[in-house]
């Protein structure tokens, strides 16, 4: 799930993933391809890990994830 955030968020949150992939060794050319590398490498971490990579792998109760997106986009606002 994570991944797809970063992916998602790249346009808001392109510096901090920037220094992220920076911090993981990835950095690529310019703001938004490092920003990709990051999530990119996450996705990796999250499969070399075994950890869940949809939210149907996880225990998240259906009914709440409206309440979580409603969230999200606040704190996006």
Excluded: C, N, W, Y
Aim: hydrophobic letters at 55%.
């Amino acid at each position: 799930v994570l991944p797809e955030a970063m992916r998602f968020l790249a346009g808001r949150t392109g510096a901090a993933q920037a220094r992220l992939a920076e911090a993981l060794g990835v950095a690529g050319p310019d703001e938004a391809q490092s920003a990709a590398a990051a999530a990119d490498a996450v996705a990796k971490l999250v499969a070399d890990l075994g950890l869940p990579a949809r939210l149907s792998e996880t225990s998240a109760i259906r009914e709440e994830l409206p309440l979580v997106a409603a969230a999200i986009h606040e704190e996006l606002r």
